[in-house]
């Protein structure tokens, strides 16, 4: 039986894990040796352990838990299962990657504070909001914010203050996102906060303080909570104007749970279409309304009845928006193929977002 088996030191070899490993993953349940010597204890591996072996050896460099490496090793070929595991990893890399940065960006921004401290001089609008709806409110709509270095004035969450309401505002021009805080002041500015300092006063916000004060003038802004201070200058270009974008005739409306309609996105099919610069690929999902309120993703090919109401988008720009809208009801509000999509948060009428529609020839 011995000939036609690995030895653990050669499926070490050969795959990439330690010894020490391969005992690990054994006594775990997720790689299990073909047979056991009864006399020696020592482990013998089959020819067809190698692949899975490998495979687990590079899911372990990638920081997958235990449980995943299991399931991915367990699931039925062609099932899906093991994508979305992946999936569902990538996806907390990136979020752990996006907090490891902005984390970073504060500190890149305390250090210079200490390293070069300077006298504030008084803003000329200054107020103060809670700092809980400010910070949920950098969430709702930091998605959008552009990265085109053709378009620097997008490169930044728009502050804007309007008498009693401080609204926060990003696009990259293929979607748009808005937030309110009401902010005690009868003044009215507004001023583009660059992305890396908008990401540095989110840090600060997660303090735990109740109350951030906010400073506006001469070309700075800075937020004030918890003791710390966070301070920059701010982008010096006009902000499109946005409000005419955001009024728009609602068409049909249809409300959900987020979890439902993000776990239908997920799953659901897709197709690849040109958008975006330069006629980049993109998947797009198209959204099916029935003429009895029921919102479905539509398959590939499928044909819509004659009263459904379709619009495809973007679908990782409809996941960004879905997740940044938290887990409350949603209200979606679909106009038809070439009107925007609106994504509304229930019970928080200035928090929403806007994806601009992918043409679809058969949606046309």
Partial sequence: MES???????????????????????????????????????RWYAPDQLADARLLC??????????????????????????????AHLRRLEDGLADARRELSLIRTLIDQRENPMTTAPAAHGFTVSARELAAALDAVRFAVGSDPEVPMLSGVLFDLDGGLLRLVATDRYRMALAEVPAPSTSSTGVIVPTALADAVRVLLGSGAEEAELGIGAGRFRVTTGGHRIEGATLDHDYPDYRSLVRLDPGHRVGLPAAELLGAVEAGATRSLPSGPHGSACEVTVLTLDRDGRLTIASDGAEPAPDDVRVAVNRDFLLDALRAGGPEQLVLEIGGPIAPLAIRTAGRAGTFSLLMPIRVPELA
């Fill in 58 to 87: 590079r899911l372990r460099r990638v920081g997958l838990p235990l449980a995943g490496i299991r399931a991915v090793l367990a699931a039925a070929p062609g099932d899906g299962t093991a994508h979305r595991v992946l999936d």
């Fill in 4 to 42: 036609d088996l690995r030895s653990i030191g050669e499926l070490a070899r050969d795959s990439g894990l330690g010894v020490s490993a391969l005992r690990f993953y054994d006594g775990a349940g997720v790689l299990a040796p073909a047979w056991v010597d009864p006399q020696t204890g020592y």
